[in-house]
């Protein structure tokens, strides 16, 4: 069973007048946001998204767009207290990926 | 590592894997999966090869985290291939790609520092699906001339995939988080705060001394052994039933699940060990679900389909209020210590 987090909630944004139908947003996204309909790409599952960023990086002709970071409470808190933007990157602190 | 062999090609020799894992393997999985030395379980980045591998034999990408590397050559059987490791530093590919550590720049500087175009005759990569996030397949063609073609999300699917001349199904591409995915990470998070609960359950134990007659160590071994205990219990329903159960909590956001695991275990809690003290017994129904909905909360970062925007939105709500009911909890549970 798929999981849903909170809705309405995504920076996600897609120029469809951008998309040059490649798929590739199709492919690379884990959560199935994106599927293919006359050639160009739609957005299906908004509230699926992750904020991964994987589309948008490889969306060559730059239709999409995404504030992409890490959905984790310990690294959002790492950051505040770092003064950084939010990061997993807790070198020596042990249970981090 | 133990190598099979070696291979050799133009630009040199190439070192062997297998597919077969050794006893080793599995307990530096076992290891790292307990988050012990989990930073430094590493492979020397570069290029392996795999079964007997040749000009046309395709090329898949990992990262250096040991981990990952044993997973993708254990469902390798029967495969000839070439096995780029990308330098992650030691992270593995999903959690790098984020960081963009797995991704471009460094995908092209591995295939020029390896001399990969005159090892193989086809010009394409297969890199895992969750490597997207840090590696962009067109720059990676106008770069280096090679096509990325991305592979499933899970190394399990790759003989299929190949077997369907590299097409991936909906469900290989899709990322799952069903409960023995939730299981094996639970280790990784009990160890995740651990140093911080031994702290906060020896100050628990401490002030459990305080009484209205000063200070008692006797009282400190009695209901502050037991208090630090409780704690410890509210801890780990935040991080082992709050995942396993997770599915079945009927709210979205992950405080709210650990405020709920962490009320239900508040009451088993005060049934089996009842307090006359009206202040301890309410006490203990704030603070457990308090600090369950915490560290449920840092279960976001484990989760496999959390937002940056999501996370943030529920944070703004759950932290002032898992603060001000943890103090709430704390001050009626110091109160106690003065009254009973």
Redesign the interface.
Known sequence: ??????EN???LEYFPEKCNGCR?CT??????VFEMLDKRAVIVNRD???????CA??C?SGAITV??????????INGILRGTE?T??C??S???? | MNFAGQVSTPPGEVNLVTSGLRIADYLGALKVRW??G??NYRVAPGLYGHGSPGRNSPVMVTANYKLSFDHLRKNLSGIDCWILVLDTKG??V??A???GTFGTNELVSKISETGLSDIVAHRYLLVP??G???????EVKKQSGFRVI?GP?RASDIPEFINNQYK?T?AM???R??LKDRMILIP??I????SYLVFVMAAIFLLGGLNRHGYSLDAALDGGLAASFKIAIAYLTGCVITPVV??LLPV???FLKGAITGFLIAVAVFILYPSKNIFETIAWFLLVPAVSSFIS??F????????????????KTAIPLQISIASAGLLLWIIARFIS
């Open positions: 069973m798929k999981q849903l987090y909170l909630v995504v920076s590739m492919i690379v996204c884990p959560h199935g699926f998204c992750m904020e991964c960023g994987a990086l490889n060559a504030k992409s970071g890490v959905g984790c409470a310990a690294g959002i939010p997993c990157d070198s020596g042990p249970g981090c990926c | 988050a012990f989990r930073n992270i593995n999903w959690c790609a984020g960081k699906q969750l997207a996030t840090g590696v962009a397949a067109h991305f999300v991936a909906t591409r899709t990322v988080f069903n990784a998070e160890m995740e705060h651990f997770f599915p979205r956001h992950f909360m840092n976001t970062g484990t989760s496999t389909f959390t937002s940056l925007s999501g996370v943030l939105k529920e944070m």
